[in-house]
């Protein structure tokens, strides 16, 4: 199924770089998770306690984020996340050879039946989702749904095309559709034209470019600006809008708890269903906060530094 990038083809010395670095990730993802977790433990001996990365960052977002909690507390949330981390990325490589079977075994979805649902009335989906739990793992949620629908995630293309090619790959190994950003609105249009029903999921939780920002909100102890292009797209083409709970129960299991969020998102005001999603994704890092991206730098930009920003490109806010 073909993927709607930006990025431009790869020369001969990427696409052999490309075979060898797929080669060694699918013969990797061949081994048994057990065996995969014990290399996870050994990665997280290396990233913890002895490359330290983005330690700093973790350590502060999490000080600002759960004020409330000890010093002891904090630090033990601060080793599972840096776990988890490294289960991330071995349950991705996992995902190379992963049979369609298991895993839907190892990812269960409850409420599904409001997205089949919803596109069965006529009314495409919008999938709000976080860098929370194996957001790759997610894109299983395709295999539960109707193959004649569009079904698609957003996609930041990854500055290192080699790299970025092997994600396409394996995000589309359960039949999903990868589509740049840039090229989002006109994919859509396309899709509404011919009549095809779309389901499309966004990871929200980024933090936007400066001249993006149009609204702000309280997210974690922090004033936080968000990105509102997911509830744009929602509102312009009269998406439902639901909210992607991910719980992580055990080692290499997620449930997906699906909750509607809106029917009909043309009736809220602005910025209203981002909020809502922003109050789902908090209550779910406060229930289990390791499974969040800790590492990201979410709170780089501040509003002081964004009134300065507007003062000094008055364009920007239209």
């Keep these: 199924m ?13 696409k052999v770089q490309y075979a060898l670095l797929y080669a060694f990730v699918y013969l990797m993802s061949l081994l048994p998770f057990c065996v995969l977790y014990l290399l996870s433990d050994f990665t997280f001996l290396i990233l913890y306690h002895w490359v330290g990365y983005r330690k700093n960052i973790v350590q502060k977002n999490l000080r600002d984020s759960f004020p409330e909690k000890t010093d002891a507390e904090r630090l033990l949330i601060e080793k599972k996340f840096y776990h988890f981390l490294c289960d991330y990325v071995f349950e991705t490589i996992k995902l190379a050879s992963m049979s369609h079977a298991k895993i839907l075994r190892h990812v269960k979805y409850i409420g599904i039946e ?16 976080a860098h929370y739990g194996n957001w790759e793992w997610i894109t299983s949620i395709t295999l539960l749904l109707n193959p004649d629908n569009f079904n698609s995630q957003v996609y930041h293309v990854l500055e290192n095309k080699v790299l970025d090619r092997l994600m396409l790959k ?3 190994r359960c039949g999903s559709v990868n589509i740049e950003r840039h090229v989002l609105l006109r994919k859509v249009a396309e ?8 389901v499309i999921g966004f990871i929200s939780d980024q933090g ?10 309280p997210f974690l102890n922090h004033d936080t600006a968000v990105i509102t292009g997911t509830e744009t797209v929602s509102k312009k083409f009269d998406f439902t809008c639901v909210y992607l709970d991910v719980q992580r129960p055990r080692r290499g299991y997620y449930t997906v708890n699906i909750k509607m969020l809106t029917t009909t998102p043309a009736q809220y005001k602005d910025f209203d269903i981002t909020e809502m999603y922003f109050k789902q994704l908090e209550q779910s890092i406060r229930r289990q906060p390791e499974i969040w991206l800790w590492t990201h730098n979410r709170w780089k930009r501040t509003r002081q530094q964004y009134e300065e920003y507007i003062a000094s490109h008055p364009n920007t806010r239209k």
Excluded: C
């Design 2 to 14: 073909r993927n709607y990038s930006v990025n431009s083809p790869l020369t001969r010395v990427e």
């Design 114 to 129: 409001q997205v089949n649902e919803s596109v069965a009335r006529g009314q495409s989906v919008t999938l709000y989702l």
């Design 170 to 172: 394996l995000r589309s």
């Design 191 to 198: 899709a509404r034209r011919d009549g095809v029903p779309m």
């Design 208 to 217: 936007p470019e400066m001249h993006t920002i149009h609204h702000w909100l």
